[in-house]
């Protein structure tokens, strides 16, 4: 297979982030809201064993996931990575001692199967390496303008809503991340000491700092099930979108091709919604205080 090494590492990446998500929002539930969007949301978080073990978690998933993109294309990764939160949802029901039932099995295969059906459909090859300045701020910047919309609308709600702002403004940041993780990857690949002078690895870094601050925080404000899906949404089709238009990586756009990508989208979409909006998942992310012990499941 073209891209196997590239498909493996993306799944590894999902289950990775599956397993920081569902130990950093446990963490991230007893927090003082005052700390919200602030440098000591984190600083609060860093001397927690839990959410370092999730963010070691994190770490490994965004190994993995540049690991993925040195080897294929942005439009291939992403929407594997996504699959993220049909690893996370049996996680967080076997942390609580709870079981699946139906609806959750059903989201999983929609999640699952969706994807599947997209990349097939899309069938995304490798685009150019070095973009022109142009190309990226002409994509960058209207994103990074959503995305500072949204925490600041975010800010100023509570609870779910909270939550949701926050959520959608981590999945336009992530999206943004993967494209820039991309190029960060092939300049390393050319010229380890010359990468270090481009703003890509300066960029990335920034944009992967603000989506930490902003995720934790959505995690803070409520469920998984309020923000994930946001994340789940927006992260694969920021990055899909940058992809094609900036790195030319030639998704399959004909009339039959295209509408088999967006019923697949579609199912994706109804998966993430059948999981994060199950009676089981919120009562166990409505439970305010992180479950003790062993971080075992």
Known sequence: MKFGPSILAALGAAVSFAFAAVLQQESTQSVSEDKSLSVGLLTELLRRRQWLAGGGCMLAGFGLQALALAYGPVALVQPIVVTELAFAIPLGILRRHRRAGPREWAGIACVMVGVSVFLLAASPGSGIQ?????????????????????????ATRKGPHRAMYLGAAA???????????????????????????????????????????????????????????????????????IGDTVLGEQVRLSPGLFASEIFAA?????????LTTSPTVLSIYEERRPIEGSLAV
Not at 142 to 150: D, N, S, Y
Not at 195 to 223: E, H, N, R
């Open 130 to 154: 070095e973009p022109d300045g142009g190309s990226w701020l002409a994509s960058l910047v209207p994103v990074g303008a959503v995305a500072l919309v949204a925490v600041i609308v975010g």
């Open 171 to 241: 999945g336009l940041s992530f999206g943004v991340l993967s494209v820039l993780t991309k190029a960060v990857t092939h300049l390393l690949s050319t010229d380890v000491a010359s990468a270090f002078v481009t703003w890509q690895v300066y960029a990335a870094i920034a944009v992967g700092i603000a989506g930490l601050l902003v995720s934790q925080s959505a995690y803070q404000a409520g469920p998984l099930a309020y923000s994930m899906p946001f994340v789940g949404v927006l992260e694969p089709l920021v990055a899909v979108v």
């Open 266 to 274: 579609a199912i994706a979409c109804a998966g993430i919604m059948l």
